[in-house]
C-alpha cells in the first residue's frame, strides 16, 4: 500500500531550524507532485508549501515565503522542508501529501492530494 512517512520533527527555540522528511513507498514517485501542510491546535490544516513533479516549480504560504525551502529527491522517493527561523506560530503538526494529477499551479487545497503522512510535531520554545 501507500505509505508517506515524515520525520525530523522535534523541539527548537524560537530563531531556529529543522529539516522535515518524507519517504513514500507503494507508488510511483516522480509522478506525484508533492505537498506540506500543517496544522496547530484549534486551526484548520493549512498548506505550507508544494513541488512539482521535477522538481522545477515550487510554491509557499505567504507565512513562511523566505524561512521555508521544499525539495526533493526522485532517486530517495523523498521530499524535505527545510524550515530556518523558526517561530512560536510554526509550532504544529507537520503533514506530507502527494498529487497525482498535473495542474497549471501547484495545488494548496487539501482536496487535490491523494495520499497523505501521519505527521510530525514540530514545537518551538521560547
Known amino acids: 500500500q501507500v505509505q508517506l512517512v515524515e520525520s525530523g520533527g522535534g523541539l527548537v527555540q524560537a530563531g531556529g531550524s529543522l529539516r522535515l522528511s518524507c519517504a513514500a513507498s507503494?507508488?510511483?514517485?516522480?509522478?506525484?507532485?508533492m505537498g506540506w501542510f500543517r496544522q496547530a491546535p484549534g486551526k484548520e490544516r493549512e498548506f505550507i508549501a508544494a513541488?512539482?513533479?521535477?522538481?522545477?516549480?515550487?510554491r509557499y504560504a505567504d507565512s513562511v515565503k523566505g524561512r521555508f525551502t521544499i525539495s526533493r529527491d526522485n532517486a530517495k522517493n523523498t521530499v524535505y522542508l527545510q524550515m530556518n527561523s523558526l517561530k512560536p506560530d510554526d509550532m504544529a503538526v507537520y503533514y506530507c501529501?502527494?498529487?497525482?494529477?498535473?495542474?497549471?499551479?501547484?495545488?494548496?487545497?487539501?482536496?487535490?492530494?491523494?495520499?497523505w503522512g501521519q505527521g510530525t510535531q514540530v514545537t518551538v520554545s521560547s
Open positions: 507503494g507508488l510511483t514517485f516522480s509522478n506525484y507532485a
Open positions: 501529501a502527494a498529487d497525482f494529477n498535473i495542474r497549471v499551479v501547484l495545488g494548496a487545497d487539501r482536496r487535490y492530494y491523494n495520499y
Open positions: 513541488i512539482s513533479r521535477n522538481g522545477g516549480n515550487t
